[in-house]
C-alpha cells in the first residue's frame, strides 16, 4: 500500500497515517532508553500528517513545519499547550537532577483522547514545579507562563471545555512547539 504511494505520487491511505499518529501518541510502550526511537517516530508521523493533506487534493489544510503561532485550531494549540507543561516540568526535573518521564508524557495517550479533563490533571501536576522554579529560574518560569497564557487565550471557549478526541494535528503542534522552545538558547534559560 505505500509502494504506489512513493513511486506513483499516490496520497498516503489516510489510516495508515492516523496508526502512525496513534503509536506516536502511546508514548508509554517506548522503553526509557528508546527515546531517541520516539523521537524518530515523532517526526516520522508528523511528516506523514503533514504530507496527507499536502498530497490530498480534497483537503484545503496545508500545514507547516514550524510553529504556526497564528493557528488557532483546536487541536493545534492542546498540542502547544502540552509541549509547554513537558518544558516547564523537564526543566524542574533537570534542576533537582531527577531522571524521569515528566507528567505530558506520561498521560499523552489518555490527553489525545479526552484533552479538556486530562490537561486539568497536567495543570494540576505542575504546580509543585512551578514552585520549585519560582526560586531557581524566575525569568524562565515567567516566560513560559507567559507562553501558556498566550495559548490559551487563543481557545475558544467551547473548544476548551471540549473532550473530543485529538486529530493529529495536536502532535504537529506539540512537535513545533517543543522545536521552537529547544531552539532557544538552553545557556540563557539555565542561567536565569
Known amino acids: 500500500r505505500i509502494l504506489p504511494c512513493i513511486v506513483e505520487a499516490r496520497p498516503m491511505p489516510f489510516d495508515l497515517v492516523s496508526k502512525a499518529v496513534r503509536r506516536v501518541v502511546n508514548r508509554n510502550s517506548y522503553k526509557k532508553d528508546d527515546q531517541w526511537l520516539w523521537e524518530k517516530h515523532l517526526g516520522i508521523a508528523c511528516a506523514l500528517y503533514r504530507g496527507f493533506f499536502k498530497r490530498n487534493s480534497k483537503q484545503i489544510k496545508e500545514y507547516k513545519m514550524a510553529l504556526e503561532e497564528d493557528n488557532c485550531s483546536r ?6 499547550l502540552l509541549a509547554i507543561a513537558e518544558r516547564i516540568e523537564d526543566m524542574a526535573l533537570y534542576i533537582a537532577d531527577e ?11 489518555r490527553f489525545a483522547d479526552r ?6 490533571n497536567i495543570e494540576l501536576s505542575l504546580q ?53 522552545l529547544r531552539k532557544k538558547s538552553p545557556i540563557t534559560e539555565i542561567a536565569e
Not at 507562563?145 to 475558544?156: G, S
Open 115 to 120: 484533552p479538556a479533563s486530562t490537561w486539568r
Open 99 to 109: 531522571n524521569r518521564s515528566t507528567t505530558a508524557a506520561r498521560l499523552m495517550q
Open 128 to 180: 509543585p514545579y512551578i514552585q520549585r522554579l519560582k526560586s531557581k529560574r524566575t525569568g524562565f518560569l515567567h516566560n513560559s507562563q507567559m507562553l501558556l497564557d498566550d495559548v490559551m487565550n487563543k481557545f475558544a471557549d467551547s473548544d476548551f471545555i471540549s473532550d473530543k478526541q485529538l486529530s493529529g494535528e495536536f502532535l504537529l503542534a506539540f512537535h513545533c512547539q517543543r522545536l521552537a
Open 75 to 80: 487541536d493545534y494549540l492542546y498540542g502547544r
